[in-house]
């Protein structure tokens, strides 16, 4: 089978369908002889998840440690969804792994079984991908919610991580933000360390009850324990009030504030597990020391999180309210004329967001677009929200690629900024 075969076969498996139960995923691991031998470190949360991934794999490999690293959504190539040692598999390797779990899942299938998930498909390779690589550490994050997530299969991870929560998903996890915090702690092991991001929605008692109930020592990891310096050009940085990070004074390659929590509770992650490994505690306090953290981070780009991919064009993979909401506070400062490209898949709460999006300040005008796919926000419907609540001028464009040439053709001195959907940032990044 060809790589570009194996990619159509698992974009058939339909996406959102019922989940099969942890059992069935642990069961196809042992089948495909995944040892589970690597440290787990499992992350999940609403909002922040892949950050928080893509900061810890980042320390991980300062340190020389081998890494998998398993996230979710791709934004171009499934292949960016399997990193080993900061390397996306190569089309030969996930063709090889594809091979390895579709010959497997026939053979169950003919026991009887039922076939996995697009998610559950994906996971299970990654997970043959990490074994055969025999990497130290796998950074895992989660798919949906967590309780019942197929990344969950994991019984001892090293650490579990859980990022801010807000409403998102709702259809599956639950109306309130107590019941998808309740899916999100789902993941809380007995003996196993929680490390959590302070939240102000009630979701924090949630999260300290399933941990106390399990017998899982929980950290709150509270905002006042760091301090933003200055936000610069192209870059934010911060210090730590705890003695342990000395003086340094930490950057990232990003300018939103809340990628200084994601940043900060990565660093926890790695405090967490230095303690629990001597050989890794002495390491990251003798030469180089906390040196090789800071540069890590600082040398770390999250694809499709406030990235600049042209010179005053940025894309956001901002797609719920509460993200929307932080998108809203880090640009509202910016003493700038913003131009605004948006779409949203219709199981969003996208009238909400607009309505957020119609409070920022200095906005020359709205540009909406209708994405490929079932799922997606009729532009119509989005462009009527959007006058709903602006008297900016609000221009619809058929597809991505029309508002794309639409929005470089009038960018002047304007900052742009594409947000609503990951699907529109992967689009957008598939063309540059």
Same mark, same amino acid.
């Given at each position: 089978?060809?790589?570009?075969?194996?990619?159509?076969?698992?974009?058939?498996?339909?996406?959102?369908?019922?989940?099969?139960?942890?059992?069935?995923?642990?069961?196809?691991?042992?089948?495909?002889?995944?040892?589970?031998?690597?440290?787990?470190?499992?992350?999940?949360?609403?909002?922040?998840?892949?950050?928080?991934?893509?900061?810890?794999?980042?320390?991980?490999?300062?340190?020389?440690?081998?890494?998998?690293?398993?996230?979710?959504?791709?934004?171009?190539?499934?292949?960016?969804?399997?990193?080993?040692?900061?390397?996306?598999?190569?089309?030969?390797?996930?063709?090889?792994?594809?091979?390895?779990?579709?010959?497997?899942?026939?053979?169950?299938?003919?026991?009887?079984?039922?076939?996995?998930?697009?998610?559950?498909?994906?996971?299970?390779?990654?997970?043959?991908?990490?074994?055969?690589?025999?990497?130290?550490?796998?950074?895992?994050?989660?798919?949906?919610?967590?309780?019942?997530?197929?990344?969950?299969?994991?019984?001892?991870?090293?650490?579990?991580?859980?990022?801010?929560?807000?409403?998102?998903?709702?259809?599956?996890?639950?109306?309130?933000?107590?019941?998808?915090?309740?899916?999100?702690?789902?993941?809380?092991?007995?003996?196993?360390?929680?490390?959590?991001?302070?939240?102000?929605?009630?979701?924090?008692?949630?999260?300290?009850?399933?941990?106390?109930?399990?017998?899982?020592?929980?950290?709150?990891?509270?905002?006042?324990?760091?301090?933003?310096?200055?936000?610069?050009?192209?870059?934010?940085?911060?210090?730590?009030?705890?003695?342990?990070?000395?003086?340094?004074?930490?950057?990232?390659?990003?300018?939103?504030?809340?990628?200084?929590?994601?940043?900060?509770?990565?660093?926890?992650?790695?405090?967490?597990?230095?303690?629990?490994?001597?050989?890794?505690?002495?390491?990251?306090?003798?030469?180089?020391?906390?040196?090789?953290?800071?540069?890590?981070?600082?040398?770390?780009?999250?694809?499709?999180?406030?990235?600049?991919?042209?010179?005053?064009?940025?894309?956001?993979?901002?797609?719920?309210? *509460?993200?929307? $909401?932080?998108?809203?506070?880090? !640009? /509202?400062?910016?003493? %700038? +004329?913003? @131009?605004?490209?948006?779409?949203?898949?219709?199981?969003?709460?996208?009238?909400?967001?607009?309505?957020?999006?119609?409070?920022?300040?200095?906005?020359?005008?709205?540009?909406?677009?209708?994405?490929?796919?079932?799922?997606?926000?009729?532009?119509?419907?989005?462009?009527?929200?959007?006058?709903?609540?602006?008297?900016?001028?609000?221009?619809?464009?058929? *597809?991505?690629? $029309?508002?794309?040439?639409?929005? !470089? /053709?009038?960018?002047? %001195? +304007?900052? @742009?900024?594409?947000?609503?959907?990951?699907?529109?940032?992967?689009?957008?990044?598939?063309?540059?």
């Amino acid at each position: 089978m060809t790589y570009q075969q194996a990619v159509e076969y698992i974009l058939d498996i339909p996406k959102f369908t019922a989940k099969n139960d942890l059992a069935h995923t642990a069961r196809l691991l042992d089948e495909l002889g995944v040892t589970g031998r690597a440290k787990v470190i499992h992350v999940a949360g609403t909002n922040g998840k892949g950050s928080v991934c893509a900061y810890v794999d980042a320390m991980l490999r300062s340190r020389k440690k081998r890494v998998g690293l398993f996230t979710s959504p791709h934004l171009v190539r499934m292949n960016e969804r399997i990193v080993i040692d900061g390397r996306q598999i190569s089309d030969v390797e996930f063709t090889e792994v594809f091979e390895m779990v579709h010959k497997k899942v026939g053979e169950m299938e003919r026991q009887g079984f039922l076939h996995p998930t697009f998610f559950e498909f994906l996971f299970c390779m990654a997970m043959v991908a990490f074994t055969r690589a025999d990497v130290e550490y796998v950074v895992l994050e989660t798919g949906l919610g967590g309780r019942l997530d197929a990344t969950n299969v994991v019984k001892r991870p090293a650490c579990c991580v859980i990022t801010s929560i807000g409403r998102d998903h709702m259809q599956w996890l639950g109306e309130t933000v107590e019941e998808i915090a309740a899916e999100k702690a789902g993941i809380i092991k007995a003996g196993v360390p929680v490390l959590y991001m302070e939240n102000e929605n009630g979701s924090d008692g949630v999260i300290e009850k399933k941990a106390s109930e399990v017998g899982a020592p929980c950290k709150k990891i509270e905002k006042s324990a760091f301090e933003i310096i200055g936000t610069f050009e192209k870059y934010i940085a911060f210090s730590c009030i705890n003695q342990y990070y000395e003086s340094t004074v930490w950057k990232l390659h990003n300018t939103a504030p809340y990628q200084v929590e994601n940043a900060y509770l990565a660093l926890e992650v790695m405090r967490l597990l230095c303690t629990r490994d001597r050989e890794a505690y002495a390491a990251c306090r003798g030469e180089g020391g906390l040196s090789d953290w800071q540069k890590a981070l600082a040398g770390v780009v999250w694809p499709g999180r406030m990235e600049e991919v042209r010179p005053g064009i940025y894309v956001d993979g901002a797609h719920n309210i *509460s993200a929307v $909401e932080r998108f809203v506070q880090t !640009v /509202s400062t910016r003493k %700038e +004329r913003k @131009v605004i490209l948006f779409s949203a898949v219709s199981d969003k709460e996208y009238k909400e967001m607009i309505a957020c999006l119609c409070a920022l300040p200095d906005v020359d005008c709205f540009v909406v677009t209708h994405l490929d796919g079932e799922r997606a926000a009729d532009a119509g419907a989005l462009a009527d929200l959007f006058t709903s609540f602006t008297d900016k001028p609000v221009i619809v464009k058929e *597809s991505p690629r $029309e508002a794309w040439d639409y929005v !470089v /053709s009038i960018q002047d %001195e +304007r900052t @742009v900024y594409c947000l609503g959907s990951l699907y529109l940032v992967g689009m957008l990044k598939k063309w540059m």
